[in-house]
């Protein structure tokens, strides 16, 4: 079966919406527009120069709340590797669609921009849709903040991510707690080293220690939580005694741990001679598997793709960690047809035949819904 949404993924593909610095603007103008052209209510909205979040309803005649898809439009960086194919481009090479953005997450976005056209008169008489389209989300969720902030979230009763499971339906994701550790020492000239505190000696000692802390206890289906230090930086001229320098600690975590425990046994840990500032606090996402909309997804899922649903989790984290208890926490469900292996890689693809199958999968969640 052909991916009807093909044309549009490969129009937002051809966006150059690489965060930072985002530029979602133009993007989401021209989504805007065109759902405009198909019978959507939309809200454009500015969060920052050339930042942009958007809403997009199709009322329904029947009670109930909505049913709701999100998905971000802003992408990573390229990377430093070439590429082969034009990263804005949108290329097709037998089944794969080529670009930044292809599987995280902009053919998602197509495919359930492309279902809901398809089931506009089932939406219309039905309890409708809203689609929650978001910049800013690959530093942090800044969009999702900044729709938050803004009041503007309307009622849901479900919500899908469309972020890259290969079609794979995903009851959660990990928690992410970003921390910056600053070390604070005395400067001097470098050959008097002995007049000063060397703040990079003191950040090398905190690391020595923080590669043997534990976040806490394993959790049945996220497993371990972990720790990596994605970042260094100190000093300012090789002459001088630098008196200050930091290191990003990235901690994912799951619902059985608390990140304002985490942040205070870390800082207990390390000692009063690191100081120890919040970046990025997204918490963890379990959706009840039991739950019967949870139970629909599955069957949909597998009557597609024909392959068992069970019980999953990814370890990146989505706009669901901010959305979710804004929207009074419905049940949600982690499903798109990009490649988890896809995403931030060089030569990023999807597969054509996974938009397609995400097309009928999701076209099959919205008329269950409706009915």
Same mark, same amino acid.
């Given at each position: 079966m052909p991916a009807r949404s093909l044309p549009l993924a490969q129009q937002l593909l051809s966006f150059d919406t690489i965060n930072p610095p985002g530029n979602e603007l133009a993007c989401m103008q021209f989504l805007a527009a065109w759902l405009q052209e198909q019978g959507f209510m939309v809200e454009l909205t500015a969060f920052g120069e050339q930042r942009a979040n958007l809403i997009a309803r199709l009322p329904g005649q029947m009670p109930g709340k909505p049913l709701a898809f999100t998905g971000?439009?802003?992408?990573?960086?390229?990377? &430093?590797?070439?590429?082969?194919?034009?990263?804005?481009?949108?290329?097709i090479d037998?089944?794969?669609?080529?670009?930044?953005?292809?599987?995280? #997450? $902009?053919?998602?976005?197509?495919?359930?921009?492309?279902?809901?056209?398809?089931? $506009?008169?089932?939406?219309?008489?039905?309890?409708?849709?809203?689609?929650?389209?978001?910049?800013?989300?690959?530093?942090?969720?800044?969009?999702?903040?900044?729709?938050i902030a803004a009041g503007q979230l309307p009622e849901v009763g479900a919500l899908i991510v469309g972020e890259p499971?290969? &079609?794979?339906?995903?009851?959660?994701? $990990?928690?992410?707690?970003?921390?910056?550790?600053?070390t604070r020492g005395k400067t001097a000239h470098g050959a008097m080293p002995e007049l000063g505190i060397n703040a990079i000696y003191l950040a090398a000692d905190a690391l020595?220690?923080?590669?043997?802390?534990?976040?806490?206890?394993?959790?049945?289906? #996220? $497993?371990?939580?972990?720790?990596?230090?994605?970042?260094? %930086?100190?000093?300012?001229?090789? &002459?001088?005694?630098?008196?200050?320098?930091?290191?990003?600690?990235d901690i994912r975590s799951a619902p059985n741990l608390q990140h304002a425990v985490i942040r205070q046994q870390l800082a207990t840990f390390l000692g009063d001679s690191v100081h120890i500032s919040t970046l990025v606090d997204l918490p963890a996402v379990l959706s009840p598997e039991r739950h019967q909309w949870i139970q629909s997804v599955y069957r949909a899922c597998e009557a597609v793709t024909q392959q068992p649903a069970e019980a999953r989790i990814v370890p990146y984290f989505?706009?669901?960690?901010?959305?979710?208890?804004?929207?009074?926490?419905?049940?949600c469900i982690i499903l798109g047809?990009?490649?988890?292996?896809?995403?931030?890689?060089?030569? %990023?693809?999807?597969?054509?035949?996974?938009?397609?199958?995400? %097309?009928?999968?999701?076209?099959?969640?919205?008329?269950?819904?409706m009915r």
């Open positions: 971000h439009l802003d992408t990573v960086p390229l990377g &430093n590797q070439p590429w082969q194919f034009d990263p804005f481009g949108h290329d037998g089944d794969r669609l080529y670009g930044r953005g292809a599987s995280d #997450m $902009k053919a998602a976005v197509a495919a359930f921009v492309l279902a809901c056209v398809q089931h $506009k008169a089932a939406i219309a008489a039905g309890r409708g849709v809203v689609l929650l389209l978001t910049g800013g989300e690959e530093t942090g969720c800044h969009g999702a903040q900044a729709l499971t290969a &079609n794979q339906p995903v009851i959660g994701h $990990k928690g992410a707690l970003w921390l910056r550790c600053e020595g220690k923080i590669r043997h802390f534990s976040p806490g206890a394993p959790h049945p289906l #996220m $497993k371990q939580p972990t720790l990596n230090v994605g970042r260094i %930086e100190g000093g300012l001229n090789i &002459n001088s005694v630098p008196d200050r320098a930091a290191f990003d600690v989505t706009d669901a960690s901010l959305l979710l208890p804004a929207l009074g926490d419905p049940p047809p990009g490649e988890p292996t896809q995403a931030h890689q060089t030569d %990023e693809y999807c597969l054509v035949s996974r938009l397609s199958e995400a %097309e009928q999968i999701y076209g099959q969640l919205i008329a269950d819904w």
